[in-house]
C-alpha cells in the first residue's frame, strides 16, 4: 500500500537549520510529483514547495517566494527519499512539516500525506 | 496570492442532518485546461489532511457520496448530505491554480 513515511520529531535552536526526510513506498517514486507543506500551531496549513523527482538527476523544484532561499527540496530516487532543508530557523518556523505527494496529472490532488514532522525551534 | 477566505469558521451539526460550508477565492480558479482547481480536505483531530474533493466537484478515490462539492468562478460550497460522527474535525478548501497553493481558515465542524 502507498505510504509516505516521515522522519522524528527535531529540536533546533533559532538560526540552525534542519532536514526533514519522507520516505516513499508501494508506488513508483519518479511518476508523482512530492509537496512539502508546513502547519503552525492552530494555523491552516502552509504551501512550501514542490519537487518532481527525476532518475539521476537533482528534481524540479517550485519554492514559495516566502521561503525562497531559505528551503531546499531534494529527492533520492534510488532510496524513494525526498527531504526538504530549512536554514535561518527562528520561533516561527515551530510546526508539523507534511509530505504529500500529487500525481504527475493534471489533477493537483494531494491524495496521500505523510504523518508529519513535529519541528521546535527554541533556546 | 490568491486569497481563499471560508465561512462559518465553525459548524454544529447534528448527525444524520445535513451540513453546508462555503469558500471564496480572490480570484477564479478555471484553468485553461477547463478544470478549476479548488480542492476540499478534512483534517480530523490529530491527524493529517486528507483530500476529499478536487476539481471543485469530483470525489477522490473512497470518499462517500454523502460528501458533494460545487460551485465555479470564486464561489465554492462543500455539502455533507447526511453528517456522521466520524466526519467531524476541520475543513480546509485550497485553490492549486496557481503557486504558492493557499488555504482558507478551516471550518470546524462539531457534533452539537
Known amino acids: 500500500q502507498v505510504q509516505l513515511v516521515q522522519s522524528g520529531a527535531e529540536v533546533e535552536k533559532p538560526g540552525a537549520s534542519v532536514r526533514v526526510s519522507c520516505k516513499a513506498s508501494?508506488?513508483?517514486?519518479?511518476?508523482?510529483?512530492i509537496h512539502w507543506l508546513r502547519q503552525a500551531p492552530g494555523e491552516s496549513p502552509e504551501w512550501m514547495g514542490r519537487?518532481?523527482?527525476?532518475?539521476?538527476?537533482?528534481?524540479?523544484?517550485i519554492y514559495s517566494q516566502k521561503f525562497q532561499g531559505r528551503v531546499t527540496l531534494t529527492s533520492d530516487t534510488s532510496a524513494s527519499t525526498a527531504h526538504m532543508e530549512l536554514s535561518s530557523l527562528t520561533s516561527e518556523d515551530t510546526a508539523v512539516y507534511y509530505c504529500?505527494?500529487?500525481?504527475?496529472?493534471?489533477?493537483?490532488?494531494?491524495?496521500?500525506w505523510g504523518q508529519g514532522t513535529l519541528v521546535t525551534v527554541s533556546s | 496570492d490568491i486569497v481563499i477566505t471560508q465561512s462559518p469558521l465553525s459548524l454544529p451539526v447534528t448527525p444524520g442532518e445535513p451540513a453546508s460550508m462555503s469558500c471564496r477565492s480572490s480570484?477564479?480558479?478555471?484553468?485553461?485546461?477547463?478544470?478549476?482547481?479548488l480542492d476540499w480536505y478534512l483534517q480530523k483531530p490529530g491527524k493529517s489532511p486528507q483530500l476529499l474533493i478536487y476539481?471543485?466537484?469530483t470525489r477522490a478515490s473512497g470518499v462517500p457520496d454523502r460528501f458533494s462539492g460545487s460551485g465555479s468562478g470564486t464561489d465554492f460550497t462543500l455539502k455533507i448530505s447526511r453528517v456522521e460522527a466520524e466526519d467531524v474535525g476541520i475543513y480546509y478548501c485550497?485553490?492549486?491554480?496557481?503557486?504558492?497553493?493557499?488555504f482558507g481558515q478551516g471550518t470546524k465542524v462539531e457534533i452539537k
Open positions: 504529500a505527494r500529487d500525481p504527475l496529472d493534471d489533477s493537483n490532488a494531494l491524495d496521500y
Open positions: 508501494g508506488y513508483s517514486f519518479v511518476t508523482y510529483v
Open positions: 519537487i518532481i523527482p527525476v532518475n539521476g538527476g537533482n528534481g524540479h523544484t
Open positions: 480570484q477564479r480558479l478555471l484553468h485553461s485546461n477547463g478544470h478549476t482547481y
Open positions: 476539481w471543485g466537484s
Open positions: 485550497i485553490q492549486s491554480l496557481q503557486t504558492p497553493w493557499t
